[in-house]
């Protein structure tokens, strides 16, 4: 069942509840001369109309956008809200200015009520409604992000202290002739239907306030700070490379709308930019679901005012690679190692100016104590291999095979690339991505290794994850 089909059936029960209790709350309350019954007949009166409100609220806002509203037409689930704030705000005042005539009427009758069994179990029924009729509707605006519904969920809560209040106010006046005539007892008793029918106003005004307010900001497109704070640790904690320079959310209802200022690297494709950009719309669908996320990309310059970036840099200004990069940060000055990547068939002494100048550069740009660097060969030219791989078929299946000896994770794919007698096999394993970044390599070198050294060795092996 979708969304707005929940929305409509929840909205659709609500009306027909509140026409039911409406009605037996009205004439209960014009049979035993009730206040308290009668300002809740007025207030579930306003209810039915509230509901009904609301179940076309929902059915507009359920039409699709279109060129008059490119944005949909959820706010006139905000607009039903706030006119339904209106109501409740005169059902107040009525009852209130009802209550005050009464208490201060020279006329004794105008205190009397005429208790009735019918009177107790309209109540206890119109409890037992709200209580039950409260939790679907909160539940469904909670399902469907709908303000109409989660108005009407609040609505319907605060009845359930209405309709106690005026439990008590009528069992106070089923009890008043009992007490001694004169004492403060009976007076506080005869009157309790109008103190009754008094919380039932204040409660009412106390929904007005809140509905009101969160209806109006709504409607002024008032900034969504929990969802934002949200969004922004997302991302600082998922997609650190990119930082987020502006961020705005606003609702309409059941509908939020989230415009985003990404940071990128200015050199970067414009492809590989929105690829970046849906991988945000998808990070902010899963931490806000049901939003329709723009995303601008703001070009930047590559930050290499840290000194990790300052010796990336400089390395590659000299024609090498580097990794394995430590700084020690002395008293005197820090002590920086690197791992060089030089070609593996490059003779040393062809590359110890560059070297030197690498180290030169670095000590001096860095204010260094020491730079010491380490030698290796680079791996980015793929070994050659004298033994054929065979029938290929025949060796990914040889590999997988392997893979499952060793309970290592069952492989998602096993690729053979070959160009004269080089090679590079790549087997792909479902990605571990609760692993930090050392884990991760930690297990891949592991798996790399184990795997090379029980296959024959006529291919370089490489596991890595799916995706990558």
Same mark, same amino acid.
């Given at each position: 069942?979708?969304?707005?089909?929940?929305?409509?059936?929840?909205?659709?029960?609500?009306?027909?509840?509140?026409?039911?209790?409406? $009605? #037996?709350?009205?004439? /209960?309350?014009?049979? =035993?001369? !009730?206040?308290? *019954?009668?300002?809740? @007949?007025? %207030?579930? +009166?306003?209810?039915?109309?509230?509901?009904?409100?609301?179940?076309?609220?929902?059915?507009?806002?359920?039409?699709?956008?279109?060129?008059?509203?490119?944005?949909?037409?959820?706010?006139?689930?905000?607009?039903?809200?706030?006119?339904?704030?209106?109501?409740?705000?005169?059902?107040?005042?009525?009852?209130?200015?009802?209550?005050?005539?009464?208490?201060?009427?020279?006329?004794?009758?105008?205190?009397?009520?005429?208790?009735?069994?019918?009177?107790?179990?309209?109540?206890?029924?119109?409890?037992?409604?709200?209580?039950?009729?409260? $939790? #679907?509707?909160?539940? /469904?605006?909670?399902? =469907?992000? !709908?303000?109409? *519904?989660?108005?009407? @969920?609040? %609505?319907? +809560?605060?009845?359930?202290?209405?309709?106690?209040?005026?439990?008590?106010?009528?069992?106070?006046?089923?009890?008043?002739?009992?007490?001694?005539?004169?004492?403060?007892?009976?007076?506080?008793?005869?009157?309790?239907?109008?103190?009754?029918?008094?919380?039932?106003?204040?409660?009412?005004?106390?929904?007005?306030?809140?509905?009101?307010?969160?209806?109006?900001?709504?409607?002024?497109?008032?900034?969504?700070?929990?969802?934002?704070?949200?969004?922004?640790?997302?991302?600082?904690?998922?997609?650190?490379?990119?930082?987020?320079?502006?961020?705005?959310?606003?609702?309409?209802?059941?509908?939020?709308?989230?415009?985003?200022?990404?940071?990128?690297?200015?050199?970067?494709?414009?492809?590989?930019?929105?690829?970046?950009?849906?991988?945000?719309?998808?990070?902010?669908?899963?931490?806000?679901?049901?939003?329709?996320?723009?995303?601008?990309?703001?070009?930047?310059?590559?930050?290499?005012?840290?000194?990790?970036?300052?010796?990336?840099?400089?390395?590659?200004?000299?024609?090498?690679?580097?990794?394995?990069?430590?700084?020690?940060?002395?008293?005197?000055?820090?002590?920086?190692?690197?791992?060089?990547?030089?070609?593996?068939?490059?003779?040393?002494?062809?590359?110890?100016?560059?070297?030197?100048?690498?180290?030169?550069?670095?000590?001096?740009?860095?204010?260094?104590?020491?730079?010491?660097?380490?030698?290796?060969?680079?791996?980015?030219?793929?070994?050659?291999?004298?033994?054929?791989?065979?029938?290929?078929?025949?060796?990914?299946?040889?590999?997988?095979?392997?893979?499952?000896?060793?309970?290592?994770?069952?492989?998602?794919?096993?690729?053979?690339?070959?160009?004269?007698?080089?090679?590079?096999?790549?087997?792909?394993?479902?990605?571990?991505?609760?692993?930090?970044?050392?884990?991760?390599?930690?297990?891949?070198?592991?798996?790399?290794?184990?795997?090379?050294?029980?296959?024959?060795?006529?291919?370089?092996?490489?596991?890595?994850?799916?995706?990558?």
């Amino acid at each position: 069942m979708d969304a707005d089909t929940k929305k409509s059936i929840a909205a659709l029960s609500s009306v027909i509840w509140s026409a039911l209790l409406t $009605a #037996m709350k009205f004439v /209960v309350g014009v049979l =035993t001369g !009730s206040l308290g *019954l009668l300002s809740e @007949a007025l %207030h579930s +009166a306003l209810d039915l109309l509230a509901a009904g409100g609301t179940l076309y609220a929902v059915k507009v806002a359920a039409i699709p956008a279109d060129k008059e509203h490119p944005y949909g037409h959820g706010k006139v689930e905000n607009l039903m809200a706030l006119g339904e704030t209106i109501l409740l705000l005169l059902t107040a005042l009525w009852v209130i200015y009802e209550a005050c005539s009464r208490l201060l009427s020279d006329d004794p009758g105008a205190l009397h009520v005429e208790t009735s069994i019918w009177a107790f179990v309209v109540v206890i029924i119109s409890l037992v409604v709200d209580v039950n009729r409260a $939790a #679907m509707l909160r539940r /469904v605006a909670k399902e =469907t992000r !709908s303000a109409a *519904l989660e108005a009407d @969920a609040a %609505h319907f +809560a605060s009845d359930i202290w209405s309709s106690a209040a005026v439990l008590l106010g009528i069992t106070g006046a089923a009890f008043a002739d009992m007490a001694a005539e004169g004492s403060w007892v009976s007076w506080l008793l005869l009157r309790a239907d109008v103190l009754a029918s008094l919380v039932v106003a204040v409660l009412i005004l106390n929904i007005c306030r809140n509905l009101g307010l969160k209806t109006i900001n709504n409607l002024m497109d008032k900034a969504d700070s929990e969802a934002e704070s949200v969004i922004r640790t997302a991302m600082s904690k998922r997609m650190p490379a990119y930082p987020v320079a502006n961020l705005r959310v606003r609702e309409a209802g059941a509908k939020a709308y989230v415009d985003m200022v990404v940071c990128v690297p200015r050199a970067m494709h414009m492809d590989t930019a929105h690829e970046i950009a849906d991988a945000v719309e998808q990070l902010v669908a899963e931490v806000h679901p049901g939003a329709e996320t723009m995303v601008h990309m703001h070009p930047v310059e590559i930050d290499v005012s840290t000194p990790e970036m300052a010796v990336r840099q400089t390395a590659l200004t000299h024609r090498f690679g580097v990794h394995g990069l430590s700084i020690l940060r002395t008293e005197e000055g820090p002590v920086i190692f690197a791992d060089l990547e030089l070609p593996a068939e490059a003779i040393l002494s062809d590359w110890k100016v560059a070297v030197r100048a690498f180290r030169s550069e670095v000590k001096r740009r860095l204010k260094a104590r020491r730079v010491v660097v380490h030698i290796e060969p680079a791996l980015r030219e793929v070994p050659h291999f004298d033994k054929p791989v065979g029938d290929i078929a025949e060796w990914e299946e040889k590999v997988t095979q392997t893979m499952i000896l060793m309970g290592a994770p069952l492989p998602t794919s096993v690729n053979l690339y070959e160009v004269g007698d080089q090679r590079l096999c790549v087997v792909s394993i479902p990605a571990e991505e609760e692993l930090s970044v050392s884990s991760s390599h930690t297990r891949l070198s592991c798996l790399t290794k184990e795997l090379a050294s029980r296959l024959p060795a006529v291919s370089r092996v490489i596991v890595t994850y799916s995706g990558e």
